[in-house]
C-alpha cells in the first residue's frame, strides 16, 4: 500500500534544492515555535482536592499526552475545530440504534486497544496450570441493542428463509459455556447477533423485522446452547458519518471481516464479549477496526444431514469465576 517512492510535490522539492542540500548549504529546517513548558503543569493542578480518585489519577497523564500531541504537530485552530466538529457529528448521530462516537473508536483502534488490555488482565487470573485460559474477547461494536428475545434452545434467530441468500447461509450452531476447569456453566447466557447476507444489521435495515438475527440463549445442564443463524459475510461500516469521513481521509477501506457477536454471562462468572470470525472470509489481516484474534478464527462445516441447515459450526466458551 505504502511505497518509498518520493511524490511528485517532493520530488519537486528535491529537483529545486537537492545539490544545495547535498552540499550541506540547503535551508534550515524551520524552527519550531516555543510553548510555555508550564502550562501543562498548571492544568493538571488545577484540580481539586476531592476530585473523582479515577479521574484523578488518569487525568494527569491523559493532558500530558493531549497537550504533547498539539505541540509536536503546530495543531492549528482550524484543525483542532474540525476534530470538535468531528466529534459533534458523531454524538448528533448516535442513538438507541446507532453509536457513531463509539464507531470513531473502533477506526483509530482504541476500542480493540482496550479490549486487549482487559483481556490480558482476565488472563492473569488464570492462576493454575490446571485452568484453561477463558475465551478471548473482542470488542462490542456499535450495534449492539440491549433485550433481545430469550429464545429456546434449538429455535432460530432468523425471521425468514424465503431468500435464497439466507437459505444458503443457513447455520445451525452449537456448544457448551464451560468454566476454567471444563466443567459445564449450566444457566449461561449466549447472546448473539450479526448482520443478514446484504451486510447491513436489523436497526439500519428498514426491510428487517425488529430484533432480527438477535437472540439470547440459556445454557441447559450439561452447558449445551443450540441455535440457528446465517452465515456471516464481509461488510463495510457506515461511511454515511464521521466515521466514513475520517476513513476516506485516511485512504483506509471501510470493511470487517465475517463474524458473529457475542456476549456470554452466568452469575458467579465474568462476562465476555466477543466475536467469531469465518476462517475463509476475507480482510482478516486488515480488518478495519482491528478486532480479529486468532483464536476466534473458526471454521464453518457443510452439511447435509440437517434440513435446517446448510453450514454447522460448534464452539465452546469458557468463562472465568468472578
Known amino acids: 500500500m ?13 529537483d529545486q534544492n537537492g545539490s544545495s542540500i547535498a552540499n550541506g548549504n540547503g535551508p534550515a529546517p524551520a524552527e519550531k515555535a516555543a510553548y510555555d513548558p508550564a502550562f501543562t503543569d498548571r492544568v493538571i493542578a488545577a484540580t481539586g482536592p476531592h476530585a473523582n480518585p479515577r479521574l484523578a489519577q488518569i487525568m494527569p497523564s491523559l493532558l500530558r499526552h493531549l497537550h504533547d500531541f498539539a505541540r509536536e504537530v503546530d ?19 448516535s442513538n438507541d440504534a446507532r453509536n457513531e462516537t463509539q464507531l470513531l473508536c473502533d477506526i483509530l483502534g482504541l476500542e480493540s486497544l482496550v479490549d486487549e488490555i482487559t483481556s490480558k488482565q482476565l488472563r492473569l487470573k488464570t492462576t493454575s496450570s490446571l485452568e484453561t485460559n477463558p475465551t478471548s474477547s473482542a470488542i462490542l461494536g456499535p450495534f449492539y441493542r440491549y433485550d433481545a428475545p430469550i429464545l429456546p434452545n434449538g429455535s432460530s434467530i432468523v425471521s425468514s428463509l424465503e431468500s435464497p441468500d439466507y437459505q444458503k447461509a443457513s447455520t445451525h450452531l452449537y456448544g457448551r459455556v464451560l468454566d476454567q476447569h ?40 450439561e452447558g449445551r446452547y443450540s441455535l ?10 457506515p461511511n454515511d458519518g464521521p466515521g466514513g469521513k475520517l476513513l476516506k481521509l485516511l485512504d483506509r477501506h471501510p470493511y470487517r471481516p465475517a463474524h ?15 466475536q467469531l470470525f469465518d476462517r475463509e472470509g476475507k480482510y482478516l489481516e486488515d480488518d478495519s477496526v482491528f478486532a480479529v484474534k486468532e483464536d476466534l478464527i473458526v471454521e464453518y462445516k ?21
Not at 81 to 93: C, L, P, T, W, Y
Not at 228 to 237: G, I, W
Not at 261 to 273: E, K, L
Open 182 to 221: 471444563g466443567q459445564p456453566v449450566k444457566g449461561a447466557i449466549v447472546d448473539i447477533w450479526h448482520t443478514a447476507p446484504n451486510g447491513m444489521y436489523e436497526q439500519q435495515d428498514a426491510d428487517q423485522p425488529d430484533m432480527d438475527l438477535r437472540g439470547r440463549f440459556r445454557t441447559d445442564d
Open 2 to 14: 505504502f511505497t518509498s517512492e518520493p511524490n511528485s510535490v517532493s520530488r519537486t522539492m528535491a
Open 260 to 274: 458473529l457477536h457475542f456476549i456470554i454471562s452466568a452469575d458467579g462468572y465474568r462476562p465476555i464479549t466477543t
Open 302 to 322: 457443510p452439511t447435509e444431514s440437517d434440513p435446517k441447515a446448510r453450514w454447522t459450526l460448534e464452539y465452546d466458551f469458557v468463562l472465568c469465576s468472578a
Open 75 to 93: 495543531l492549528t485552530v482550524g484543525e483542532w475545530m474540525a476534530g470538535v466538529q468531528m466529534i459533534n457529528e458523531a454524538g448528533q448521530m
Open 228 to 237: 440457528y443463524c446465517l452465515k456471516p459475510v464481509p461488510y463495510p461500516v
